[in-house]
């Protein structure tokens, strides 16, 4: 099935480190929703985005939606150990059937 | 409350049996959804019920059954399933059908021998 163009797909930082990861379309979304998904558990929601430009916080996380609508992008400041996961980005495209397509995935690894 | 229960957490089976998966909500939540997942990749959209009746089926082979039998519960039936069967199967659920927020249930673990 369609998937979305999730960057980077993991990483590995120092903990306090702050991290960015991106979500890009080829097509236009009307609404963005980040999950965290740990090892053997399903997603959990994290932050949803339903407006162009919308810019939202969730504690340490911030996540917006692209001005173009094609994109979305997830910022965790000052990470920490357990921010370990992997985060997938989620977006509708407003068709005919409005389903959810998932962001292929960013494998976040935190060292103490 | 978000809570999408499912169980069991952990199945395992042989190709010729029979079994089911099962899913519950008490969010009100008039959709319902069941995923599909390999290890590292994301979940992948198998069937969508609305007000209890089946929208979308994503050509899902009819050895997965779904069921579901009111508004808060929603079943997945196994038959005759394969090796590559073997997956964490999702369910979640959604307050309006393809709109808004999905939410949901730990998983089930499903190994085929």
């Known amino acids: 099935g369609q998937q979305l163009n999730q960057s980077p797909q993991s990483m590995f930082i120092q903990e306090g480190e702050d991290v960015s990861m991106n979500c890009t379309s080829s097509s236009i979304f009307n609404t963005w929703l980040w999950y965290k998904q740990d090892p053997g558990e399903g997603p959990v929601l994290l932050i949803a985005?339903?407006?162009?430009?919308e810019l939202t916080s969730n504690g340490r996380l911030t996540a917006q939606f692209g001005i173009t609508r094609k994109d979305s992008f997830l910022n965790i400041s000052a990470s920490i150990p357990s921010d370990v996961g992997i985060y997938f980005c989620?977006?509708?495209?407003?068709?005919?059937?409005?389903?959810?397509?998932f962001g292929t995935g960013t494998l976040l690894a935190v060292q103490p | 409350d978000t809570e999408v229960t499912q169980t069991p957490k952990h199945l395992v089976m042989g190709m010729t049996n029979k079994k089911s998966l099962k899913c519950e909500q008490h969010m009100g939540h008039r959709a319902m959804y069941w995923y599909k997942q390999k290890a590292k990749k994301p979940p992948e959209l198998m069937f969508v019920?609305?007000?209890?009746?089946?929208?979308i089926n994503e050509s899902v082979p009819s050895r997965f059954s779904p069921e579901c039998p009111n508004s808060s519960l929603l079943n997945l039936h196994l038959h005759a399933l394969q090796p590559e069967d073997s997956a964490l199967y999702l369910c979640a659920s959604s307050r309006s059908p393809n709109t808004g927020e999905l939410f949901f249930g730990e998983g089930s673990r499903l190994t085929v021998l």
């Open positions: 019920y609305s007000y209890e009746k089946l929208s």
């Open positions: 985005l339903y407006k162009a430009g």
């Open positions: 989620a977006g509708r495209d407003g068709g005919a059937t409005n389903k959810l397509i």
